[in-house]
Protein backbone atom coordinates (compact mmCIF):
# COMPACT_ATOMS: atom_id res chain seq x y z
CA UNK A 1 0.00 0.00 0.00
CA UNK A 2 1.59 3.55 -1.11
CA UNK A 3 0.27 6.77 0.68
CA UNK A 4 -0.37 9.24 -1.98
CA UNK A 5 2.71 11.02 -1.24
CA UNK A 6 3.85 7.86 -2.19
CA UNK A 7 2.28 7.44 -5.58
CA UNK A 8 2.96 11.15 -6.70
CA UNK A 9 6.24 11.36 -9.03
CA UNK A 10 9.62 11.30 -6.83
CA UNK A 11 10.39 15.12 -8.03
CA UNK A 12 6.72 16.12 -7.13
CA UNK A 13 7.23 14.44 -3.78
CA UNK A 14 10.97 16.51 -3.12
CA UNK A 15 9.77 19.62 -5.26
CA UNK A 16 9.89 23.53 -2.93
CA UNK A 17 6.69 24.89 -4.96
CA UNK A 18 6.80 28.54 -5.57
CA UNK A 19 6.33 30.90 -2.81
CA UNK A 20 4.54 33.41 -4.64
CA UNK A 21 3.94 36.64 -2.67
CA UNK A 22 0.18 35.81 -2.26
CA UNK A 23 1.13 32.39 -0.70
CA UNK A 24 3.50 33.96 1.55
CA UNK A 25 0.72 35.79 3.14
CA UNK A 26 0.87 38.55 5.54
CA UNK A 27 -1.81 40.60 7.31
CA UNK A 28 -0.52 43.64 4.78
CA UNK A 29 -2.77 47.08 4.23
CA UNK A 30 0.30 48.20 1.81
CA UNK A 31 1.27 45.33 -0.72
CA UNK A 32 4.32 45.84 -2.23
CA UNK A 33 5.29 42.71 -2.66
CA UNK A 34 4.31 41.05 -6.26
CA UNK A 35 5.25 44.06 -8.37
CA UNK A 36 1.75 44.43 -9.28
CA UNK A 37 -0.05 47.91 -10.56
CA UNK A 38 -0.69 50.13 -7.90
CA UNK A 39 -4.58 50.74 -9.49
CA UNK A 40 -6.58 48.42 -11.21
CA UNK A 41 -8.14 49.38 -14.49
CA UNK A 42 -11.82 49.09 -12.83
CA UNK A 43 -10.86 52.16 -10.36
CA UNK A 44 -9.59 54.53 -13.01
CA UNK A 45 -9.53 56.09 -16.02
CA UNK A 46 -7.62 53.60 -17.85
CA UNK A 47 -10.53 53.04 -20.33
CA UNK A 48 -11.77 49.47 -19.90
CA UNK A 49 -16.01 49.95 -19.83
CA UNK A 50 -16.32 46.60 -18.05
CA UNK A 51 -20.58 47.17 -18.22
CA UNK A 52 -19.92 47.07 -22.36
CA UNK A 53 -18.41 44.20 -22.34
CA UNK A 54 -20.46 41.02 -23.29
CA UNK A 55 -18.80 37.59 -22.10
CA UNK A 56 -22.00 35.71 -21.08
CA UNK A 57 -23.95 35.26 -24.79
CA UNK A 58 -21.63 32.68 -25.78
CA UNK A 59 -20.71 30.98 -22.37
CA UNK A 60 -21.91 27.88 -23.06
CA UNK A 61 -18.80 27.69 -25.96
CA UNK A 62 -15.90 26.89 -26.00
CA UNK A 63 -13.81 30.02 -26.27
CA UNK A 64 -11.18 30.49 -29.26
CA UNK A 65 -7.87 28.78 -28.20
CA UNK A 66 -6.23 31.53 -29.76
CA UNK A 67 -8.34 34.58 -30.05
CA UNK A 68 -7.65 36.23 -33.09
CA UNK A 69 -8.55 39.63 -32.33
CA UNK A 70 -6.11 39.34 -29.33
CA UNK A 71 -3.17 38.12 -31.18
CA UNK A 72 -4.00 41.12 -33.73
CA UNK A 73 -3.64 43.56 -31.33
CA UNK A 74 -0.62 42.35 -29.50
CA UNK A 75 1.24 41.80 -32.50
CA UNK A 76 0.47 45.47 -33.73
CA UNK A 77 1.74 46.87 -30.46
CA UNK A 78 5.09 44.81 -30.36
CA UNK A 79 5.46 45.81 -34.55
CA UNK A 80 5.42 42.31 -35.42
CA UNK A 81 3.41 39.32 -37.57
CA UNK A 82 0.70 37.86 -36.43
CA UNK A 83 1.99 34.59 -36.64
CA UNK A 84 5.21 35.44 -34.55
CA UNK A 85 2.54 35.70 -31.44
CA UNK A 86 1.00 33.38 -29.01
CA UNK A 87 -1.27 34.01 -25.83
CA UNK A 88 -0.96 31.95 -22.80
CA UNK A 89 -2.03 32.15 -19.39
CA UNK A 90 0.61 34.56 -18.39
CA UNK A 91 4.13 34.59 -18.64
CA UNK A 92 4.65 31.39 -16.41
CA UNK A 93 2.33 29.29 -18.86
CA UNK A 94 4.74 30.29 -21.93
CA UNK A 95 8.17 30.03 -19.37
CA UNK A 96 6.73 25.91 -18.98
CA UNK A 97 5.84 25.39 -22.47
CA UNK A 98 9.51 26.10 -23.88
CA UNK A 99 10.92 23.54 -21.21
CA UNK A 100 7.97 20.90 -22.27
CA UNK A 101 8.63 21.52 -25.95
CA UNK A 102 12.24 21.37 -25.91
CA UNK A 103 13.82 19.51 -23.07
CA UNK A 104 13.42 15.76 -23.59
CA UNK A 105 13.43 13.73 -19.54
CA UNK A 106 17.16 13.59 -19.40
CA UNK A 107 17.60 17.00 -20.57
CA UNK A 108 17.77 20.39 -19.13
CA UNK A 109 17.75 24.45 -18.93
CA UNK A 110 20.44 27.01 -17.81
CA UNK A 111 19.60 30.14 -15.79
CA UNK A 112 21.49 33.04 -13.96
CA UNK A 113 20.56 33.51 -10.13
CA UNK A 114 19.80 35.44 -8.45
CA UNK A 115 16.58 35.99 -11.05
CA UNK A 116 12.96 34.72 -11.37
CA UNK A 117 12.26 31.59 -8.81
CA UNK A 118 9.69 29.88 -11.50
CA UNK A 119 12.40 28.81 -14.40
CA UNK A 120 13.97 26.20 -11.61
CA UNK A 121 10.36 25.30 -10.11
CA UNK A 122 9.14 24.31 -14.01
CA UNK A 123 12.24 22.55 -14.50
CA UNK A 124 11.82 20.53 -11.08
CA UNK A 125 8.46 20.29 -11.57
CA UNK A 126 9.26 18.44 -14.99
CA UNK A 127 11.69 16.33 -13.04
CA UNK A 128 14.25 18.10 -16.31
CA UNK A 129 17.80 19.54 -15.15
CA UNK A 130 18.25 22.99 -13.53
CA UNK A 131 22.04 24.03 -14.93
CA UNK A 132 23.18 27.85 -13.01
CA UNK A 133 25.35 30.02 -13.65
CA UNK A 134 25.30 33.23 -10.73
CA UNK A 135 25.28 36.20 -12.40
CA UNK A 136 28.44 38.47 -11.53
CA UNK A 137 28.80 40.59 -8.62
CA UNK A 138 27.35 43.68 -10.50
CA UNK A 139 24.40 41.11 -11.69
CA UNK A 140 25.61 40.76 -15.32
CA UNK A 141 26.10 38.19 -17.48
CA UNK A 142 28.86 35.86 -16.80
CA UNK A 143 29.09 34.78 -20.67
CA UNK A 144 32.48 32.80 -20.82
CA UNK A 145 31.22 30.74 -17.73
CA UNK A 146 27.82 30.03 -19.61
CA UNK A 147 30.05 29.51 -22.66
CA UNK A 148 31.93 26.86 -20.66
CA UNK A 149 28.62 25.34 -19.12
CA UNK A 150 27.10 24.98 -22.43
CA UNK A 151 30.37 23.54 -23.72
CA UNK A 152 30.43 20.63 -20.72
CA UNK A 153 26.73 19.97 -20.49
CA UNK A 154 25.18 19.46 -24.18
CA UNK A 155 21.91 18.86 -22.51
CA UNK A 156 20.98 22.11 -22.06
CA UNK A 157 18.22 23.57 -24.40
CA UNK A 158 17.13 26.30 -23.00
CA UNK A 159 18.68 29.22 -21.37
CA UNK A 160 16.76 31.87 -19.49
CA UNK A 161 18.00 35.46 -19.26
CA UNK A 162 15.61 37.64 -17.31
CA UNK A 163 15.46 41.64 -18.52
CA UNK A 164 14.82 43.62 -17.18
CA UNK A 165 15.89 41.25 -13.94
CA UNK A 166 13.37 40.52 -11.50
CA UNK A 167 14.83 40.91 -8.32
CA UNK A 168 17.40 43.14 -9.41
CA UNK A 169 16.26 45.29 -11.52
CA UNK A 170 19.40 44.67 -13.97
CA UNK A 171 19.11 45.34 -17.11
CA UNK A 172 21.14 43.07 -19.85
CA UNK A 173 22.95 44.51 -22.78
CA UNK A 174 21.78 43.81 -26.27
CA UNK A 175 25.07 42.68 -26.87
CA UNK A 176 25.55 40.11 -24.37
CA UNK A 177 22.33 38.83 -25.48
CA UNK A 178 23.26 38.90 -29.20
CA UNK A 179 26.76 36.96 -27.39
CA UNK A 180 24.76 34.43 -25.97
CA UNK A 181 22.04 33.50 -29.15
CA UNK A 182 25.81 33.72 -30.61
CA UNK A 183 26.67 30.87 -28.31
CA UNK A 184 23.62 28.95 -28.44
CA UNK A 185 22.72 28.81 -31.95
CA UNK A 186 21.96 25.59 -33.21
CA UNK A 187 21.96 23.85 -29.84
CA UNK A 188 19.39 25.88 -27.66
CA UNK A 189 17.03 28.31 -27.57
CA UNK A 190 17.17 31.22 -25.41
CA UNK A 191 14.82 32.31 -23.33
CA UNK A 192 14.39 36.96 -22.89
CA UNK A 193 11.43 37.24 -20.08
CA UNK A 194 10.94 40.64 -20.94
CA UNK A 195 8.08 40.75 -18.06
CA UNK A 196 8.62 44.49 -16.78
CA UNK A 197 9.96 45.39 -20.60
CA UNK A 198 7.11 48.25 -20.75
CA UNK A 199 9.33 50.37 -18.16
CA UNK A 200 12.74 50.27 -20.66
CA UNK A 201 10.94 49.85 -23.77
CA UNK A 202 14.23 50.48 -26.01
CA UNK A 203 15.69 47.54 -24.28
CA UNK A 204 13.08 44.81 -26.18
CA UNK A 205 14.69 42.03 -28.22
CA UNK A 206 11.61 42.19 -30.16
CA UNK A 207 12.18 43.71 -33.18
CA UNK A 208 15.99 41.21 -33.56
CA UNK A 209 13.91 38.34 -33.93
CA UNK A 210 13.90 37.97 -37.68
CA UNK A 211 18.24 37.32 -37.46
CA UNK A 212 17.33 34.65 -34.63
CA UNK A 213 15.29 31.35 -35.22
CA UNK A 214 16.03 29.91 -31.23
CA UNK A 215 15.18 33.58 -29.93
CA UNK A 216 11.87 33.35 -27.52
CA UNK A 217 10.81 36.39 -25.72
CA UNK A 218 8.12 35.91 -22.67
CA UNK A 219 5.79 38.66 -22.17
CA UNK A 220 2.60 39.64 -19.65
CA UNK A 221 -0.07 42.31 -18.89
CA UNK A 222 0.55 41.41 -15.17
CA UNK A 223 2.88 44.15 -14.41
CA UNK A 224 2.96 47.44 -16.30
CA UNK A 225 -0.51 46.81 -18.04
CA UNK A 226 -2.05 46.49 -14.31
CA UNK A 227 -3.84 43.65 -15.19
CA UNK A 228 -2.40 40.42 -13.06
CA UNK A 229 -5.86 38.97 -12.23
CA UNK A 230 -6.48 38.33 -16.03
CA UNK A 231 -3.66 35.96 -15.84
CA UNK A 232 -2.72 36.93 -19.58
CA UNK A 233 0.76 36.47 -21.43
CA UNK A 234 2.50 36.17 -24.57
CA UNK A 235 5.20 34.35 -26.48
CA UNK A 236 7.01 36.23 -28.78
CA UNK A 237 8.84 33.79 -31.70
CA UNK A 238 9.44 32.79 -35.19
CA UNK A 239 7.03 30.78 -36.66
CA UNK A 240 8.73 27.64 -36.40
CA UNK A 241 9.33 28.43 -32.69
CA UNK A 242 5.27 29.21 -32.00
CA UNK A 243 3.67 25.97 -34.18
CA UNK A 244 5.85 24.41 -32.19
CA UNK A 245 4.72 25.53 -28.26
CA UNK A 246 1.13 25.12 -30.11
CA UNK A 247 1.69 21.49 -30.30
CA UNK A 248 2.08 21.70 -26.31
CA UNK A 249 -0.10 24.56 -25.17
CA UNK A 250 -3.84 23.05 -23.70
CA UNK A 251 -6.63 23.25 -26.02
CA UNK A 252 -8.65 26.26 -24.68
CA UNK A 253 -5.82 28.22 -22.37
CA UNK A 254 -7.64 31.86 -22.46
CA UNK A 255 -10.75 32.70 -21.19
CA UNK A 256 -13.00 34.49 -22.53
CA UNK A 257 -13.75 37.39 -20.24
CA UNK A 258 -9.70 37.76 -20.12
CA UNK A 259 -9.37 37.71 -23.98
CA UNK A 260 -12.40 40.60 -24.28
CA UNK A 261 -10.37 42.46 -21.58
CA UNK A 262 -7.25 41.82 -22.95
CA UNK A 263 -8.18 42.53 -26.42
CA UNK A 264 -9.68 46.04 -24.96
CA UNK A 265 -6.76 46.92 -22.49
CA UNK A 266 -4.24 46.78 -25.69
CA UNK A 267 -6.06 48.96 -28.21
CA UNK A 268 -4.23 52.01 -29.09
CA UNK A 269 -5.62 54.51 -26.63
CA UNK A 270 -5.03 52.02 -23.38
CA UNK A 271 -1.55 51.84 -24.68
CA UNK A 272 -0.99 55.30 -24.71
CA UNK A 273 -2.15 55.13 -21.34
CA UNK A 274 0.12 52.23 -20.10
CA UNK A 275 2.89 54.19 -21.41
CA UNK A 276 2.43 57.33 -20.07
CA UNK A 277 1.71 55.40 -16.69
CA UNK A 278 4.46 53.50 -16.95
CA UNK A 279 7.17 56.63 -17.64
CA UNK A 280 5.27 58.26 -14.56
CA UNK A 281 6.33 55.29 -12.44
CA UNK A 282 9.67 55.46 -13.63
CA UNK A 283 9.93 58.64 -12.40
CA UNK A 284 8.30 58.12 -8.95
CA UNK A 285 10.52 54.97 -9.33
CA UNK A 286 13.51 57.20 -9.37
CA UNK A 287 12.52 59.64 -6.10
CA UNK A 288 11.82 56.73 -4.46
CA UNK A 289 15.54 55.29 -5.26
CA UNK A 290 17.37 58.34 -4.29
CA UNK A 291 15.20 59.47 -0.96
CA UNK A 292 16.03 55.63 0.08
CA UNK A 293 19.59 56.50 -0.88
CA UNK A 294 19.41 59.03 1.88
CA UNK A 295 18.52 56.54 5.36
CA UNK A 296 21.44 55.58 7.21
CA UNK A 297 20.12 52.12 8.09
CA UNK A 298 20.66 51.36 3.83
CA UNK A 299 23.47 50.38 2.14
CA UNK A 300 22.62 50.27 -1.55
CA UNK A 301 19.61 51.11 -3.30
CA UNK A 302 20.21 49.13 -6.78
CA UNK A 303 20.16 50.47 -9.84
CA UNK A 304 16.31 49.48 -11.77
CA UNK A 305 15.17 49.43 -15.04
CA UNK A 306 11.36 48.11 -14.01
CA UNK A 307 8.52 48.58 -11.44
CA UNK A 308 10.22 47.83 -8.23
CA UNK A 309 13.53 48.03 -6.24
CA UNK A 310 16.16 46.11 -4.65
CA UNK A 311 17.44 47.68 -1.42
CA UNK A 312 20.36 46.12 1.02
CA UNK A 313 19.99 47.09 4.58
CA UNK A 314 22.56 47.00 6.93
CA UNK A 315 19.73 44.50 8.74
CA UNK A 316 16.92 43.26 5.90
CA UNK A 317 15.84 41.04 7.86
CA UNK A 318 14.89 43.23 10.57
CA UNK A 319 13.46 45.88 8.10
CA UNK A 320 11.53 43.06 6.42
CA UNK A 321 10.05 42.07 9.70
CA UNK A 322 9.22 45.29 11.17
CA UNK A 323 7.34 46.44 8.25
CA UNK A 324 5.43 43.00 7.63
CA UNK A 325 4.25 43.81 11.51
CA UNK A 326 2.64 47.35 10.76
CA UNK A 327 1.26 45.45 7.20
CA UNK A 328 3.73 46.75 5.10
CA UNK A 329 4.14 43.47 2.92
CA UNK A 330 8.00 43.69 1.42
CA UNK A 331 9.88 40.60 -0.45
CA UNK A 332 12.47 39.20 1.24
CA UNK A 333 15.68 38.39 -0.64
CA UNK A 334 17.41 37.36 2.22
CA UNK A 335 18.01 33.74 0.89
CA UNK A 336 18.45 34.41 -2.84
CA UNK A 337 22.16 33.76 -3.97
CA UNK A 338 23.94 36.77 -3.20
CA UNK A 339 21.43 38.60 -2.20
CA UNK A 340 22.34 38.69 2.10
CA UNK A 341 19.99 41.64 3.71
CA UNK A 342 18.31 42.71 0.29
CA UNK A 343 14.64 43.10 0.32
CA UNK A 344 12.74 43.95 -3.20
CA UNK A 345 10.10 47.01 -2.81
CA UNK A 346 7.53 47.28 -5.57
CA UNK A 347 7.01 50.70 -6.42
CA UNK A 348 3.42 51.61 -5.59
CA UNK A 349 1.18 54.65 -5.64
CA UNK A 350 2.65 58.17 -4.59
CA UNK A 351 0.79 57.73 -1.17
CA UNK A 352 1.80 54.00 -0.66
CA UNK A 353 5.03 55.52 -1.56
CA UNK A 354 5.32 57.95 0.61
CA UNK A 355 3.82 55.49 3.42
CA UNK A 356 7.25 53.01 2.60
CA UNK A 357 9.49 55.73 2.92
CA UNK A 358 8.09 57.34 6.78
CA UNK A 359 8.29 53.72 7.62
CA UNK A 360 11.53 52.99 6.89
CA UNK A 361 12.80 56.44 8.02
CA UNK A 362 11.85 56.07 11.00
CA UNK A 363 12.97 52.74 11.49
CA UNK A 364 14.62 52.33 14.69
CA UNK A 365 18.15 51.26 13.88
CA UNK A 366 19.57 51.17 17.45
CA UNK A 367 21.69 48.12 18.16
CA UNK A 368 19.54 45.07 19.50
CA UNK A 369 19.83 42.16 21.01
CA UNK A 370 20.05 39.26 18.52
CA UNK A 371 17.80 37.14 18.22
CA UNK A 372 19.80 33.77 18.01
CA UNK A 373 16.41 31.86 16.14
CA UNK A 374 16.40 33.98 13.03
C1 LIG B 1 5.67 38.44 -13.05
C2 LIG B 1 6.66 37.73 -13.88
C3 LIG B 1 6.32 36.83 -14.90
C4 LIG B 1 4.97 36.39 -15.34
O1 LIG B 1 3.91 36.65 -14.59
P1 LIG B 1 2.47 36.21 -15.10
O2 LIG B 1 1.59 36.88 -14.11
O3 LIG B 1 2.42 34.73 -15.08
O4 LIG B 1 2.31 36.76 -16.48
C5 LIG B 1 7.31 36.25 -15.65
N1 LIG B 1 8.58 36.53 -15.41
C6 LIG B 1 8.95 37.38 -14.46
C7 LIG B 1 10.38 37.65 -14.27
C8 LIG B 1 8.02 37.98 -13.64
O5 LIG B 1 8.42 38.79 -12.66
Redesign the pocket.
Known amino acids: MKTIHELARTNIQTLTPYQSARKIGGQGTLWLNA?EYALSPTSNDFGVNFDGLDFLSQANRYPEPQPANLIQNYATYANLARTQVLVT?????G?ELVMRAFCEPNEGILYCPPT?G?YKVSADTLGIRAHTVPLSDSFHLDLPAIKSTLDNNPDIKVVFV?NPN?PTGTLTAKDDIKHLLALTQGRSVVVV?E??IEFSPTSSMANELDGFEHLII?R????AFGL?GL???FVLANPAVIDTLAKVIAPYPIPAPSAVIAAHALNATNIAIMKARAATLVQARDTLAKALSELPIIQTVYDSWANFVLVKFTDGQAVFDKLWQDGIILRNQHTALGLANCVRITIGSDDENSQVMSALANFNDQPKITDPKK
Open positions: NRGGDEIYMCNDAYITLSKARTG
